[in-house]
């Protein structure tokens, strides 16, 4: 526990550093476009929140330096190779310069070197007929470089309402370093729990006045630690099926192959283009929007807030059974399955306003006439 708290403390201190100091930095660190179909915040605020966490990270590896503990190469190679996921996208914050592609790009090759440095590689898929082909190394290599750089996509897309991406991915990696600690592989624990509470540090300011945004660099970041950490359990232990890790992500990953699926053969655009109909936007605008009717910046901040449980509950539905199962294959199939067809009927009521009345949270008659006598 000790590499939580660390990690956590770090990033705790850090982040209020960046929110204290944001009047030096803001201009370039600050998300000024309040207006954009996804964005919903009511002033503008710091999006680099990504560099709390990774000096969190940062101080647990030094602390493995320190202390001497076994798995210090590897950690210190962990984070080495996690640079170019985490500047492609902090860059990006500063600069609103580094294209999807580029950042896509760069993840790829943070996963590529992964591959060699860690041999963070998927060699098997449990599907008979592709197992042949991922064993041949080159097939591998390209196969996880996708894998883990659509993960951490999957990750960004999801950040977008105070506490989402976080608490989203504090449950993966919960998932994570209990199944590592099960199998005694303290690189794959430890780590877990460096990167729950570095994000729990950030966490604290974001959710749920959102003081701090992750941003682009954090979500990476989190996202390629998230692929990594997947890559390297189905690697380093036969037992574990490569369906565990994919139930444990299903939520974002999922999300984003059907926003694909959806803007490319639906709504005829691009998919690297936004839209304002992802899942946790629906969830907002139909569940939540009204439950606060006012239009000040600390009431639209509440429902910004409010969205994020109800995701939360729906990722856990993945999550736990994954926890429970996570010997047996066939069960994972049948949850990831499951899940599809969960997040899929969820989607399709929402989006014909057919939103089940006792999900709905509407205003209280007290709030509302307080609202009117403020306006």
């Not at 883990?148 to 990696?173: E, H, K, Q, R, T």
């Not at 574990?240 to 939520?251: E, Q, T």
């Amino acid at each position: 526990m000790q590499v939580l708290f660390i990690s956590f403390l770090i990033s705790l201190l850090a982040t209020l550093a960046i929110i204290r100091t944001r009047g030096w930095h803001g201009s370039l660190s600050a998300d000024h476009d309040l207006g954009g179909v996804q964005k919903f915040h009511a002033r503008a605020v710091p999006r680099i929140g990504g560099v709390g966490v990774f000096l969190g990270v940062l101080g647990v590896a030094t602390w493995y330096s320190v202390k001497g503990i076994v798995e210090e190469r590897a950690f210190w190679l962990l984070v080495l190779v996690s640079l170019p996921a985490f500047l492609g996208g902090l860059v990006e914050d500063l600069t609103k310069a580094v294209s999807p592609m580029a950042r896509l790009i760069l993840t790829m090759v943070a996963a590529m070197a992964g591959f060699w440095l860690l041999d963070a590689g998927i060699g098997r898929l449990d599907v008979p007929l592709l197992d042949p082909m991922v064993q041949f190394w080159p097939v591998a290599l390209l196969f996880t470089a996708v894998a883990v750089a659509g993960v951490a996509n999957a990750v960004n897309i999801i950040d977008g309402y105070n506490g989402l991406a976080a608490m989203v991915a504090i449950m993966i990696f919960a998932a994570f370093g209990y199944v590592g600690w099960m199998l005694q592989d303290p690189l794959i624990w430890r780590t877990a729990f460096a990167m729950i509470g570095a994000i729990l540090g950030f966490f604290v300011w974001n959710f749920p006045r959102g003081s701090i945004f992750l941003g682009d660099g954090g979500a990476y970041l989190i996202g390629f630690m998230v692929g990594e950490l997947a890559v390297l359990l189905v690697a380093r232990h036969e037992q574990v099926s490569p369906w565990f890790p994919l139930l444990v992500v299903i939520y974002p990953v999922f999300e984003t192959l059907f926003s694909i699926w959806r803007k490319k053969f639906v709504r005829g655009m691009s998919p690297g283009m936004p839209d304002g109909v992802h899942l946790h936007m629906l969830v907002y605008k139909r569940l939540v929007r009204w439950a606060v009717g006012s239009t000040d910046v600390r009431h639209r901040t509440t429902r910004n807030a409010l969205t994020s449980p109800y995701l939360w509950l729906l990722c856990s539905t993945s999550v736990v059974p994954a926890v429970m199962f996570w010997k047996n294959p066939v069960v994972l199939q049948c949850f990831i399955a499951g899940f599809m067809l969960l997040y899929l009927y969820l989607y399709r009521q929402l989006v014909r306003f057919r939103s089940p009345a006792w999900l709905v949270i509407r205003r209280q008659r007290g709030r509302k006439r307080a609202i009117k006598k403020n306006q």
